[in-house]
């Protein structure tokens, strides 16, 4: 149980183009789904709090006109990064906190996005 | 804001050895401690967690952490190491923000090489 998935996982795209990534709870019901990002060799970063219903919260620095986010139902969000560019290419990973289980956190295999 | 600070950025050891990584976390309320493994090419595996109770968990794969209040300190141990156990580890804190815990906040990563 509790299995989290993303697509894709690996796109590439052109630069000024923008890209969709999905993240989901396969059998759970996740009332909450974070984004994170991580950079080649280095630690995640925690990008923005997704919560179903509403708007995401997103941690300081993190543009939010470029990374929109939407938590459409319980069991998915997608985070659309606007207009990237050759700096945006990153491997994001997406985590879901279930409704039941408010501590436990789970985490996706995460997408490797390439800018070119 | 919580932030935590992992010491050793890159161990090397040979298979047997024992391990301890070092985790400190700055935060004045309650947290939750995780510690994390990526091995390459690979996503995020939790190994252990640490929510309430006996500050000695254990984790999978024979590893373990004790949680010291008064230190701040979070510390993965493993007794034995072996070949295997090259990987990234990542020490992550949460704390609890009314109804759920929030978004982690990543150490920076210990990158350990196992030596046969």
């Known amino acids: 149980g509790a299995v989290v998935s993303q697509h894709p996982s690996r796109v590439i795209c052109k630069s000024g183009t923008s890209v969709k990534i999905e993240c989901r709870s396969l059998?759970?019901?996740?009332?909450?789904m974070f984004w994170y990002r991580q950079f080649p060799k280095q630690s995640l970063m925690l990008m923005a709090t997704?919560?179903?219903?509403?708007?995401?919260?997103?941690e300081q620095g993190v543009e939010k006109d470029k990374f929109l986010i939407n938590h459409a139902s319980l069991t998915l969000s997608t985070l659309t990064v606007t207009s990237a560019h050759p700096e945006d290419s990153s491997f994001y990973i997406c985590?879901?906190?279930?409704?039941?289980?408010?501590?436990?956190?789970?985490f996706g295999p995460g997408t490797r996005l390439t800018v070119t | 804001a919580q932030s935590v600070s992992q010491h050793n950025h890159h161990v090397i050891l040979s298979e047997a050895a024992s391990l301890e990584l070092g985790c400190n976390y700055s935060?004045?309320?309650?947290?939750?401690l995780f510690w994390y493994v990526q091995y390459p090419g690979q996503h995020l595996q939790l190994l252990l967690k640490?929510?309430?109770?006996?500050?000695l968990v254990k984790g999978i794969k024979g590893f373990e952490a004790e949680f010291i209040k008064s230190k701040f300190s979070f510390n993965l141990r493993k007794p034995s190491v072996q070949w295997s156990d090259t990987a990234e580890y990542f020490c992550?804190?949460?704390?609890?923000?009314?109804?759920?815990?929030?978004?982690?906040?990543f150490g920076k990563g210990t990158h350990l090489i196992i030596q046969p």
């Open positions: 985590s879901a906190r279930p409704g039941h289980l408010p501590y436990e956190q789970y």
């Open positions: 059998d759970f019901q996740a009332t909450t």
């Open positions: 997704s919560n179903e219903g509403s708007k995401a919260t997103y």
């Open positions: 935060y004045g309320g309650t947290v939750n």
């Open positions: 640490y929510f309430s109770g006996d500050p």
């Open positions: 992550a804190v949460n704390a609890w923000a009314g109804g759920g815990a929030d978004g982690l906040t």
